[in-house]
């Protein structure tokens, strides 16, 4: 057998032997919040990482990303920090910098303020609904663990406007939330 149909053979059991994620199918809309927008860890790891998942093709044509910090900045400074933080990492194409950018916003919250959380939760809605971007939520916490369980807290309590409960308004009840670290090591305060 020659080696063309013998890589062809293999390529097509392989194929057929292993599940592969289909592109065919549109990836539902995403909305990724990252609390601690303004540290290192985002411009280091988390942007870059997003970034190559965009330029690869594996997020959702439907996403934002939402930073926030206490930091008074706009979406654009925010966005050309990140910009210069992947350049001094180095290692990225900037060919696909512009579009991933324009799904880069900003918002200043001081995660220890809980009341700032009604404003976030209107603000991501309202972004949703201009970019197509929906209910999947993703709240990233590139905090210190001491900040945690009061933004998890507040995350939770979020309410609805004009509606006196202490309802949750992040659309649905799929809310997944990500540490970037353990917490600690007692187990009945990560339960909580």
Same mark, same amino acid.
């Given at each position: ?5 013998? +890589? ?43 970034? +190559? /998942? ?22 654009? +400074? ?6 210069? #933080? ?25 995660? #220890? ?15 949703? #609904? ?10 990233? /916490? ?6 945690? +369980? ?34 600690? #090591? ?7």
């Amino acid at each position: 057998m020659e080696a063309g149909l013998i +890589e062809d053979n293999i390529s097509e059991k392989l194929d057929r032997a292993s599940p592969v994620i289909s592109r065919e199918r549109e990836l539902e809309p995403l909305t990724i919040i990252i609390y601690g927008a303004t540290g290192d860890l985002t411009w280091r790891k988390l942007i870059p990482a997003l970034y +190559e /998942l965009y330029s690869s093709g594996s997020l959702p044509t439907s996403f934002r990303i939402v930073g926030t910090g206490r930091t008074d900045l706009g979406d654009e +400074e925010w966005r050309d920090r990140l910009r210069d #933080g992947m350049e001094r990492a180095g290692d990225h194409d900037p060919s696909h910098w512009q579009d991933f950018a324009a799904a880069l916003s900003y918002i200043r919250v001081h995660p #220890g303020e809980p009341s700032q959380f009604d404003n976030l939760a209107r603000a991501v809605r309202r972004m949703n #609904g201009r970019a197509g971007a929906g209910a999947n939520l993703l709240h990233y /916490l590139a905090l210190p663990p001491s900040m945690y +369980e009061p933004v998890a807290e507040a995350i939770g309590l979020t309410s609805r406007p004009g509606v006196a409960s202490a309802r949750p308004c992040w659309v649905r009840s799929r809310r997944p939330s990500i540490c970037r670290k353990p917490a600690t #090591g007692s187990l009945s305060y990560c339960s909580r």
